[in-house]
């Protein structure tokens, strides 16, 4: 009995580092094609394209809490605040460059998730939810209301776009090929994270905490370190996000938004690596895309969102997985010629 | 991984838009029809829809008909943003709305570079001072209405203390920023200060705060609804000073709402179906035969800034997007030249507005425009 | 002192309100361990399908009444079960939390697309007079919802702990494996929460829509205040919803009085994070094992 049951486990092992290189290649083709997808398309097409990337970011950061290490963030929205705000307070007002904004916002958001989860993470896991759910509302009331540092509701007018090595991108082809590189070095640094020994770890949280925690790993510290990189990568999205709108105010970084990140995750594919650019385009292209239906298309996107889910939890990459799976089996029965 | 790319291949695709026929005249309403704004986005829709079906029942604009689409913002920047570039992609002749200031912030500079007119339905004072000049407004500023309220309180009423009661949005925080300095220059105290929340359900405790500060009136500037909930708690706690508002205290929902807890409320209103002057009063006829309900000023406004396309076009006998800024700048519509804006309207220099408003009060659950105040600078 | 009264009691009606809407995420989570998102919108709906009953049919009030309550039972409470909870529940609480979620945006948008996007008055059932307490107004109308909140916590807790049916309910919530061994009908006491929790939508939305208007975007402060007031009271017991909301109700009617009408919001949550680090199940609630 042993002797299957491992040779199975290895096989899995293998199959995961080829999806992984898959994960890889895919990352890198769909980079390419983004690049030069807006071709053709006008400044709107690709607008919403910078905009699924730039939400994409902080949806990956909710995946790796929420799919990897099981914790149920309510703020992924107002830790995107802290980032843009940061970066727009900084950019406009002092002068800073872009790119430090852009560092400091993910430090920021890093240390406050780190902050935040470790007194909630000692009473109970559960209750992560809870502490962001207040935090959140925290973060909102404090952006409208400090006028004097963040505009208060008037929002901040004017974030330029940064530039690189000399080259302007104010242009919408050129920020959104920004948008595409950069977004294209948080999934790979992600990517990375998630094989390395430490994502394994991850993992082996989230598939089973009990086993885990007796194999060694300390729960706790992985647990808050997931999240506090979970809340950088919020900080990141919304330093993208203020420069690609150019103005900035209270309103995208309420808690009802938190809850629609958490919508897209697990509607996209929660602890799938591919979840969070497929949840971001549920959440971001699809009511776009639903415009022509008129005054009904909120109704329906929420319809098909309910929809896949009840028909499959997993969302989309479950979905997809699934049918792969269905496939292969009618393969594997037709070619091995056993049940 | 592969299924992703069809899928976001396929979405992608949708996203270019073909190039637009030339036989019709394109206006795209960009406008708050689900999140915060969406009671005074559906105003300024019908509105709008309502001066459409009108010009083009009379043949359409220099014998063009006219073509209408509505973007929802969500009540969200970053949705405006896309919203209008959309439009413009679409080769939009003029952009309508928004209404709310976050929104309007994100969008102007996207009309601006495309070099297309948007006339908004903003209130709040800050957009037209950036040296925008596509940017137009349908009402008067919160910086022109609030000297006239804080004259009537000192002059009318002669106040000496007031409290002030405001939501806490880009309309109430910018209406309560803009009127503090006139109520100091005018020598009125400001007893209390109380912010509220935008769709706020629960008024009690604002109210009995208001009550206990004694305060000679109370200036109240919150949208309608709350401006309802807001009347029937002062009732409740038994405040009998006078109710000092705005176009949203005094509009026909808040009286419907509110029953006779509205009753006694006074103050300045900017556009009103009720206001002395035929066209507006047909206007409100008609609205509420086809809707059903009664138009506040952002239907009004809706159906003004249509007109405003109009009135420029024909004036410049063309159809030239860019030509339209200028035109319509320095220009004053008279509504005997052009009976669909309602109001002889001034348009200044930076895109903000100039016309008649009045002072009213609600008699009876009626309101009773009192005194026609004229342009500020006539 | 005087003021002080005239501030606590209108937290207390406040929370009253809170309270009301909070039984829902109580019961909910007592039989599927999920939190109901769309809670608020349950609040909000049913005084809307009443108007529009009226509107569309002609009716009488009471006819409208009687058709909108009982479609929203039907849909809401016997339909959410079967179409949205039966086939998620098996897969965790999360999917089905985040179907709430759209389900709440369908609500939301139906309501005000198939309604009105904007508020409606809606009649009350009690008379609106108001009476003096302590030298502190407070109207007919929130005296009845104090008096019902308190009146449903009671029924149901007299009901699940007293009444066979309502114990068989209670061992289908605890141990639905074990319930249906002891021949307990667990599909059929499922379902009968959730008839329940709509029932007590109904009831909220009749007592809270005069006061609050009928609006669609009126359920999102509804459901949240509700379920901060669930968290609070906490959610495995019904009357923790009553000590979460009222102790919502008032914190939030005094810090608009004696903090800060700006950030009067933020003390409920403060209030939120420090009472669950040191009690984590909430006030009321009990301490639940989890199964790994």
């Known amino acids: ?339 | 991984m592969k299924s992703l790319w069809v899928l976001a291949a396929a979405l992608g695709a949708t996203l270019s838009l073909p190039a637009q026929a030339q036989d019709k005249i394109k206006l795209v309403d960009v406008i708050e029809l689900s999140g915060a704004g969406a009671a005074a986005g559906t105003n300024w829709k019908n509105g709008a829809e309502l001066a459409v079906a009108d010009i083009n029942a009379k043949g359409g604009i220099l014998g063009k008909q006219v073509e209408l689409v509505h973007y929802d913002t969500q009540t969200n920047p970053g949705n405006t943003r896309a919203a209008v570039q959309r439009g413009v992609d679409e080769g939009a002749y003029a952009i309508l709305g928004p209404i709310f200031s976050g929104p309007i912030g994100a969008s102007m500079q996207v009309s601006q570079r495309a070099e297309i007119v948007q006339i908004v339905g903003g209130e709040a004072a800050g957009f037209t001072r950036q040296g925008n000049p596509y940017i137009f407004r349908t009402s008067i500023s919160q910086a022109a209405a609030m000297p006239k309220i804080a004259k009537y309180m000192k002059d009318t009423l002669k106040a000496g203390s007031i409290a002030v009661v405001w939501v806490n949005n880009d309309f109430g925080k910018g209406g309560r920023d803009t009127i503090l300095p006139e109520l100091e220059k005018a020598g009125i105290k400001v007893a209390v200060d109380v912010s509220t929340e935008q769709g706020q359900a629960d008024f009690t405790a604002d109210a009995i705060k208001v009550k206990n500060a004694n305060a000679d009136a109370v200036f109240v500037y919150l949208n309608e609804e709350e401006s309802a909930r807001f009347l029937r708690a002062a009732k409740q706690q038994g405040i009998t000073k006078p109710m000092i508002g705005e176009t949203t205290l005094l509009g026909a929902k808040v009286l419907e709402l509110a029953g006779d807890a509205a009753n006694g409320a006074r103050g300045h209103v900017g556009l009103s179906t009720d206001a002395p002057i035929p066209a507006l009063q047909e206007f409100g006829k008609r609205y509420r035969e086809k809707y059903g309900f009664s138009s506040d000023h952002n239907g009004v406004k809706g159906y003004m800034a249509v007109f405003m396309v109009k009135w420029a076009t024909e004036k410049q006998k063309k159809l030239d997007a860019k030509g339209l800024a200028t035109t319509l700048h320095g220009a004053t519509i008279k509504a005997s030249e052009e009976p669909g804006i309602l109001m002889d309207t001034v348009i200044e220099q930076n895109g903000d507005l100039d016309r008649e408003s009045f002072l009213a009060e609600v008699v009876n659950g009626k309101q009773v425009i009192n005194t026609t105040l004229p342009r500020v600078k006539p | ?292």
């Open chain 1, 1 to 339: 009995m042993s002797a299957p049951a491992l040779e199975s486990t290895a096989a899995a092992t293998r199959s995961a580092a080829r999806r992984i290189d898959g994960a890889l290649i895919t990352l890198l083709i769909g980079a390419a094609i983004l690049w030069f997808a807006p071709t053709g398309m006008g400044r709107y097409g690709t607008y919403v394209l910078s905009l699924w990337l730039v939400m994409s970011i902080g949806v990956m950061g909710l995946n790796l809490t929420l799919g990897y290490a099981g914790q149920s963030s309510l703020a992924q929205a107002g830790f995107m605040g802290l980032g843009a705000y940061t970066t727009a307070i900084l950019t406009t007002k002092w002068g800073v460059s872009w790119y430090a904004a852009f560092g400091l916002s993910g430090l920021l958001t890093f240390f406050v998730g780190i902050l935040l989860g470790f007194p909630a993470l000692r009473v109970r896991t559960h209750y992560l939810a809870f502490v962001t759910l207040a935090f959140s509302t925290l973060v909102w009331l404090l952006l409208r209301n400090e006028q004097w540092l963040t505009g208060g509701a008037f929002g901040i007018p004017n974030i330029d776009r940064p530039q690189f090595f000399g080259i302007k991108l104010f242009g919408a082809l050129e920020f959104h090929r920004f948008v595409v590189a950069v977004t294209l070095v948080l999934s790979l640094v992600l990517w990375w994270l998630v094989r390395s020994p430490w994502g394994r770890a991850f993992t082996a949280l989230r598939e089973n905490p009990v086993r885990a925690a007796s194999l060694g790993v300390d729960t706790r510290a992985y647990t808050l370190l997931a999240f506090a990189i979970g809340s950088a990568y919020g900080g990141f999205s919304g330093s993208l996000f203020a420069p690609l709108v150019e103005f900035i105010d209270p309103s995208p970084f309420t808690l009802s938004q938190s809850l629609f990140l958490l919508l897209m995750v697990v509607a996209g594919g929660s602890g799938y690596f591919f979840g969070p650019f497929v949840g971001a385009l549920l959440g971001v292209v699809l009511p776009e895309w639903l415009r022509f239906a008129g005054s009904l298309y909120l109704i329906i996107f929420a319809t098909i969102v309910l929809a896949l889910l009840i028909i499959c939890p997993q969302g989309v990459s479950g979905l997809i997985e699934r049918c792969w799976a269905a496939l292969g089996r009618r393969f594997g029965r037709k070619a091995g010629g056993t049940p």
């Open chain 3, 1 to 292: 002192m005087a003021e002080f009264i005239a501030y606590l009691i209108a937290g207390i009606a406040t929370g009253a309100i809170y309270a009301l809407a909070a039984i829902g995420f109580t019961l909910v989570w007592q039989t599927s361990q999920t939190i109901n998102f769309a809670q608020g919108e349950f609040v909000m709906l049913p005084a809307v399908l009443i108007l529009l009953a009226v509107k569309l049919f002609g009716l009488p009030l009471w006819a409208g009444g009687l058709i909108g309550i009982a479609v929203f039972l039907l849909v809401f409470g016997a339909g959410f079960k079967l179409v949205v909870v039966d086939p998620m529940i098996k897969h965790g609480v999360l999917p089905l939390a985040i179907a709430t979620m759209a389900l709440s945006i369908i609500m939301k948008e139906g309501a005000k697309d198939g309604f009105s996007a904007e508020a409606q008055s809606f009649p009350s059932l009690v008379p609106t007079d108001m009476i003096n307490i302590l030298g502190a107004a407070i109207s007919l109308q929130h005296v009845a919802i104090i008096v019902v909140a308190f009146a449903a916590i009671g029924l149901l807790q007299w009901f699940v702990g007293g009444t066979r049916l309502g114990r068989q309910m209670q061992a289908t919530a605890q141990n639905p494996t074990v319930a249906r061994i002891l021949g307990i009908p667990v599909e059929r006491m499922v379902l009968l929460t959730f008839l329940l929790n709509a029932a007590l939508a109904v009831v909220a939305s009749l007592l809270i829509s005069p006061i609050y208007l009928a609006k669609f975007s009126n359920g999102e402060t509804i459901g949240l205040f509700a379920f901060i007031a669930a968290i609070v009271g906490g959610f495995n017991q019904i009357r923790g919803a009553l000590v979460g909301g009222l102790l919502i109700g008032v914190a939030d009617s005094l810090a608009a009085a004696y903090v800060s009408t700006q950030y009067r919001m933020a003390v409920p949550l403060i209030l939120l994070v420090a009472i669950i680090l040191i009690k984590p199940e909430g006030l009321m609630g009990r301490k639940e094992e989890r199964r790994v």
